[in-house]
């Protein structure tokens, strides 16, 4: 029988992204959902967590799908309901609270799974398999887009505990901490805070690793309205370089670009996920969290413009 399953918030990430890849899986079901503003046909909808984790016979699994700010408490709820738990990146407001969860879901015996989708795109795994044992030159992330296409009219992202720039930074922060073959360290940020906002809307990061004798940067930018970039360049000692483009989507060794299958980011997390349940284990990894962390810690904040919309 498929794994019953409900989720939590109705954003774009969740039409564009989880409600397709549900639809697609015969191993879930999807019986339930739970937001304030929206609705979904043909499942049970609920206004909050807590009325559906009472309501629904029978569920097994929720897929949190709503701003950081507000996972702690929901995931909370579902571990402490029996549920097993998927959560949408960033993983929560704070990293002692994705610890907290992480005990919680011991405590049941339930699975809890903190997801970084850019980690299954296709060419990371490829890439980390490639860079394994050497030592690095150089390497340079390029993260950047247009906020009101991919978050448009939501005000959470700008509010503490809503990550700015970060909400996607983190995505090639989750695949520099998994293909580079040595630990990364943050060294210094530049923060670029708008007037009106209380995150950052850009970011320029120098990181270091032990697995490299080379700078390492990242450039975050939330402004770009045209000819957006989701890069990861790499340089090796022994004069290779490794290039991840569209979000690590497709991946170019010395320039030739290699063969990429996979069935997409999200189906091949739900994949994961049940493969989780089945061996009644969890998967969490704070490594890009605290990388965050850490630039808002070390950061050095500059005032710029006002957000408009």
């Known amino acids: 029988m498929p794994l019953k399953l409900g989720l939590v918030g109705i954003g774009k990430i969740a039409r564009d992204q989880h409600i397709p890849a549900l639809a697609a899986d015969s191993r879930f ?7 304030r503003h929206a609705r979904l046909d043909g499942v049970a909808n609920f206004s ?18 709503t701003p950081p700010q507000a996972h702690f ?14 959560l949408e990146k960033p993983p929560a407001a704070t990293t002692r609270q994705i610890a907290l969860l992480q005990i919680e879901a011991a405590r049941h015996g339930r699975t809890l799974f903190q997801t970084w989708h850019s980690r299954f795109a296709a060419g990371v795994d490829a890439a980390r398999e490639w860079l394994r044992g050497r030592t690095l030159s150089s390497g340079s992330i390029t993260w950047k887009e247009d906020v009101h296409h991919w978050h448009p009219g939501q005000q959470w992202i700008w509010e503490p505990g809503g990550f700015g720039v970060f909400d996607p930074g983190i995505n090639a922060f989750s695949i520099a901490t998994k293909m580079f073959p040595g630990g990364l360290f943050v060294q210094s940020a530049e923060l670029s805070v708008a007037e009106n906002t209380q995150t950052p809307i850009a970011a320029e990061i120098i990181f270091s690793s032990p697995e490299a004798d080379g700078p390492l940067t990242a450039s975050l930018d939330w402004r770009r309205t045209e000819g957006e970039e989701w890069t990861i360049t790499v340089e090796t000692m022994d004069g290779h370089d ?7 989507s497709r991946l170019l060794i010395d320039g030739a670009a290699q063969e990429d299958e996979g069935p997409g980011e999200y189906p091949d997390i739900y994949r994961h996920f049940i493969e989780l349940i089945d061996e009644r284990s969890s998967d969490v990894d704070v490594a890009p969290f605290r990388l965050v962390a850490d630039c808002l810690l070390v950061g050095r904040t500059n005032t710029v413009e006002p957000v408009n919309g």
């Open 48 to 65: 909050d967590i807590e009325t559906l984790l009472a309501e629904v016979e029978h569920l097994d699994a929720i897929s949190l799908c």
């Open 73 to 86: 408490e929901a995931a909370l709820a579902a571990l402490r309901a029996g549920k097993h738990v998927m």
């Open 29 to 35: 079901e999807l019986v339930a959902c739970a937001s």
């Open 242 to 248: 490794v290039r991840l483009e569209a979000g690590g």
